[in-house]
């Protein structure tokens, strides 16, 4: 950007969590999420631009990613049985 | 300094501190079951937006604070689900809860940003608020403060004095041997998030109705974070949370007061605004330096999923 703000880091702390849980705690898989992250940033600044949507909702679909892989993590520890 | 001026910081002070009384009060509960719900500025945020604009909408603050109430607990459901069905990364959950939520409060909120509710009258309660001094500090205050302190009673009597909470105690402390005395396990752990949810949306809510009250992004400003610190400091007791609140809204009120006064000030306006959650950190973990102490207090399953083995 080239210039400084204070809110120049907005969000990327608690976005770099997100990358390290999507990335499944490998340095390979951080590498790869951070790109999947990246993009959610670039779209939210495009939402704002040409839909006038404010930048927050970039948010709202990292807070989704992360509660949908959690959740996932279910089916990948667990087989599900059903008791009739 | 005259004495006006002390009442007014003081009774600024009490109405400060009270949205964290509220919200630490309900993850006081939420962590003595055993769940770590670290999502609480998410809730808070969006107790605070949903709040505001069913105060709005309805032109009552009662309104407001049920929807708060709601919201927050609506959210929590989730949360719970998550965490305690799906036995998810607690730490993880609700850092996404926490970053979902200031999201979503931020985009519900936008065409809310510009109104402003008309101000709350002050309650004055009768004979009390007629005492020299101490009336017009305690007992000429918003309707939220006497709400706080109703709270901090019923979860200090349900805690200490009831055989729900002396339940609620074990299974945060060993929920296998709840469990194997036939207590539902989930269903405490189900109520207890809850109930803590629903006290993070109520103090968002008390902070966007009673205490600004409007609603800009960012209003929580880390409020969530700090009742988070405040409940592990307090080492999971009520009293100490109490007054841990009014600590950090006596420091924020001392330094806005600071700003407005003509005194010259050499410090940045900044780290002034930094320095109630700087000086509530320090003071609580000077007041709680004994490793043990923590220790000794803590849910022995704080943060631990639970599962039951058929």
Same mark, same amino acid.
């Given at each position: 950007?080239?210039?400084?703000?204070?809110?120049?880091?907005?969000?990327?702390?608690? $976005?770099?969590?997100? &990358? $390290?849980?999507?990335?499944? =705690? *490998?340095? %390979?898989?951080?590498? !790869?999420?951070? +790109? =999947?992250?990246?993009?959610?940033?670039?779209?939210?600044?495009? &939402?704002?631009? *040409?839909?006038?949507?404010?930048?927050?909702?970039?948010?709202?679909?990292?807070?989704?990613?992360?509660?949908?892989?959690?959740?996932?993590?279910?089916?990948?520890?667990?087989?599900?049985?059903?008791?009739? | 300094?005259?004495?006006?001026? $002390?009442?007014?910081?003081?009774? $600024?002070? !009490? +109405?400060?501190?009270?949205?964290?009384?509220?919200?630490?009060?309900?993850?006081?509960?939420?962590?003595?079951?055993?769940? !770590?719900?670290?999502?609480?500025?998410?809730?808070?945020?969006?107790?605070? #937006?949903?709040?505001?604009?069913?105060?709005?909408?309805?032109?009552?603050?009662?309104?407001?604070?049920?929807?708060?109430?709601?919201?927050?607990? @609506?959210?929590?459901?989730?949360?719970?689900?998550?965490?305690?069905?799906?036995?998810?990364?607690?730490?993880?959950?609700?850092?996404?809860?926490?970053?979902?939520?200031?999201?979503?409060?931020?985009?519900?909120?936008?065409?809310?940003?510009?109104?402003?509710?008309?101000?709350?009258?002050?309650?004055?309660?009768?004979?009390?608020?007629?005492?020299?001094?101490?009336?017009?500090? !305690?007992?000429?205050?918003?309707?939220?403060?006497? +709400?706080?302190? &109703?709270?901090?009673? =019923?979860?200090?009597?349900?805690?200490?004095?009831?055989?729900?909470?002396?339940?609620?105690?074990?299974?945060?402390?060993?929920?296998?041997?709840? *469990?194997?005395?036939?207590?539902?396990?989930?269903?405490?752990?189900?109520?207890?998030?809850?109930?803590?949810?629903?006290? /993070?949306?109520?103090?968002?809510? /008390?902070?966007?109705?009673?205490?600004?009250?409007?609603?800009?992004?960012?209003?929580?400003?880390?409020?969530?974070?700090?009742?988070?610190?405040?409940? #592990?400091?307090?080492?999971?007791?009520?009293?100490?949370?109490? +007054?841990?609140?009014?600590?950090?809204?006596?420091?924020?009120?001392?330094?806005?007061?600071?700003?407005?006064?003509?005194?010259?000030?050499?410090?940045?306006?900044?780290? =002034?605004?930094?320095?109630?959650?700087?000086?509530? @950190? #320090? &003071?609580? %973990?000077? @007041?709680?330096?004994?490793?043990?102490?923590?220790?000794? *207090?803590?849910?022995?399953?704080?943060?631990?999923?639970?599962?039951?083995?058929?």
């Amino acid at each position: 950007m080239g210039q400084l703000t204070d809110k120049v880091a907005l969000g990327y702390g608690f $976005a770099a969590i997100i &990358v $390290a849980f999507l990335g499944r =705690l *490998h340095p %390979v898989g951080v590498l !790869l999420a951070s +790109l =999947l992250m990246a993009l959610l940033f670039l779209g939210g600044e495009q &939402v704002q631009q *040409h839909m006038n949507l404010p930048k927050s909702i970039s948010m709202v679909f990292q807070g989704l990613l992360l509660f949908y892989l959690l959740g996932a993590d279910l089916l990948v520890n667990y087989r599900l049985k059903w008791n009739g | 300094m005259d004495s006006n001026l $002390a009442q007014e910081i003081l009774s $600024a002070t !009490l +109405l400060a501190g009270t949205p964290l009384i509220i919200a630490a009060l309900g993850l006081l509960i939420n962590e003595r079951a055993g769940v !770590l719900n670290l999502g609480a500025e998410g809730m808070m945020s969006l107790g605070a #937006v949903y709040g505001f604009i069913a105060a709005f909408s309805f032109s009552s603050p009662v309104h407001g604070l049920l929807a708060g109430l709601v919201v927050g607990g @609506i959210t929590a459901v989730g949360f719970a689900f998550l965490t305690i069905t799906l036995q998810a990364n607690q730490v993880a959950s609700g850092l996404a809860l926490a970053i979902f939520g200031v999201g979503l409060a931020g985009f519900a909120g936008k065409p809310y940003e510009s109104r402003s509710l008309p101000a709350v009258a002050d309650w004055h309660i009768p004979f009390l608020a007629d005492l020299p001094w101490v009336g017009v500090v !305690l007992f000429q205050q918003q309707p939220m403060v006497y +709400l706080s302190w &109703v709270l901090f009673g =019923l979860v200090w009597w349900f805690l200490y004095r009831s055989r729900s909470g002396l339940l609620l105690r074990a299974v945060g402390e060993d929920p296998g041997a709840a *469990h194997a005395i036939g207590r539902s396990v989930y269903g405490v752990r189900y109520l207890a998030v809850i109930f803590g949810g629903a006290l /993070c949306g109520l103090g968002g809510a /008390c902070l966007s109705i009673f205490y600004a009250p409007m609603w800009v992004e960012g209003l929580i400003a880390g409020r969530g974070w700090i009742a988070l610190a405040l409940v #592990v400091f307090a080492t999971w007791r009520p009293f100490r949370v109490l +007054l841990g609140a009014y600590l950090f809204g006596g420091v924020l009120i001392a330094q806005l007061f600071l700003q407005g006064s003509g005194i010259k000030v050499t410090v940045p306006a900044q780290l =002034l605004s930094a320095l109630p959650y700087l000086a509530t @950190i #320090v &003071v609580l %973990v000077l @007041i709680s330096r004994d490793p043990r102490l923590i220790r000794q *207090h803590s849910p022995a399953s704080l943060g631990r999923p639970f599962r039951a083995d058929e």
